[in-house]
């Protein structure tokens, strides 16, 4: 017993010298999570579809993916090692683990909003300006912060030029539901239903900024560099996923009904959602977005924005105090302190067919 001891000690000391780190981190159970949203409703219907556990099963591996109820809560629990990855927007992945101190990367960027999230005013004939002076009910500091603030700008005016209410996406819809909140900032599905209501105006989308709003599934860079075997696992079942929607056939119409009762609507309203959301449905469209240098200059301006709602900590002396990486060799902000990785290389490997 001695010696089967010692050859395995041997084999594992060997493994962390080689070139393989699955191998040195050893691991072999993972857990990621997400929450609902029309982007992210693949993740669950893959699971359901045992895509998940195919492609885990390909790589030696298992990974659970787990649904959670509140978006915060999901990145709140990534952040502190509960998850190895998590969906969430690029901004909300800047501001809780990168600020955080968690080393994180952009595994997936999987789409954009392009009219999935909304400014929504109640009464007809609403616009922007018609904000000034009021209350508006959102989760604050998060992307439809963000999207008010982009709102604003088009009608000359700022945030204090109105009141913020923080409100949870959990919440959202009772609270518009109520007399007494009477604008509020919201995504799909919330928002199809929201404004769906009588007398409902949407005065700003997320379509008159495209790229700017990005969904991801992002892992913790340390487990993604030790077990490169999680990366080609979520890459390879998402792909599958995505592709499964598109083929136009019975499979595909009964996981896109399956994907619609699980988001709490019908199948016309999920393509309704999925039509505001520029899904990216192939790995070479996904590499593209990637590494289009419209990228960085986006990041630019999320961590301005988050600086100035001091959403990068308080140490933070400018905008560049957390670094960001992309896969193109650009790095924004602090050298010394890259946080948030956008690095496309497990996307390089599907769209060339090496998973």
């Known amino acids: 017993m001695r010696k089967l001891r010692f050859f395995a000690s041997v084999v594992a000391a060997f493994a962390v010298l080689s070139s393989s780190p699955s191998f040195a981190a050893g691991r072999t159970d993972f857990k990621v999570c997400w929450t609902i949203y029309a982007g992210w409703m693949p993740w669950g219907e893959a699971k359901t579809q045992g895509i998940v556990s195919k492609w885990a099963r390909k790589y030696g591996i298992h990974v659970d993916v787990v649904q959670l109820n509140d978006y915060v809560e999901s990145i709140n629990q990534y952040t502190a090692g509960k998850f190895d990855g998590c969906t969430m927007t690029n901004m909300d992945a800047l501001t809780i683990p990168a600020t955080g101190g968690v080393d994180s990367t952009a595994l997936l960027v999987t789409d954009f909003s392009n009219g999935n999230d909304g400014v929504l005013i109640k009464g007809s004939g609403k616009k922007v300006a018609d904000l000034k002076g009021q209350s508006i009910n959102l989760v604050e500091f998060s992307v439809s912060h963000y999207l008010l603030a982009r709102a604003l700008e088009t009608a000359g005016l700022s945030e204090r030029d109105l009141k913020v209410v923080n409100t949870s996406d959990a919440d959202i819809s009772a609270a518009f539901a109520t007399p007494a909140v009477k604008q509020a900032v919201t995504w799909n599905p919330m928002l199809a239903d929201l404004k769906a209501k009588p007398n409902v105006t949407e005065v700003f989308d997320s379509s008159k900024i495209p790229g700017e709003i990005m969904d991801m599934m992002v892992v913790n860079t340390k487990t993604l560099h030790d077990n490169p075997a999680l990366g080609k696992a979520l ?7 995505l592709a499964l929607m598109q083929a136009n056939s019975t ?14 609507t019908d199948l016309a309203g999920f393509k309704s959602q999925l039509s505001t959301t520029e ?42 105090a957390v670094g960001m990486e992309f896969g193109n060799g650009v790095v924004v902000g602090n050298r010394n302190n890259i946080k948030l990785r956008f690095d496309p290389a497990y996307v390089r490997m599907a769209a060339d067919g090496k998973l």
Request: net charge neutral.
């Open 235 to 241: 890459t390879g079942a998402w792909f599958e996923m």
């Open 251 to 264: 499979a595909s119409a009964e996981a896109l009904n399956s994907m619609a009762k699980a988001s709490g």
């Open 279 to 320: 899904l990216f449905y192939t790995p070479k469209a996904a590499l593209a977005f990637a590494t289009s240098a419209n990228l960085p200059t986006t990041m630019t301006r999320v961590a301005k924005f988050s600086f100035d709602h001091g959403l990068l900590g308080q140490g933070a002396a400018d905008a560049n």
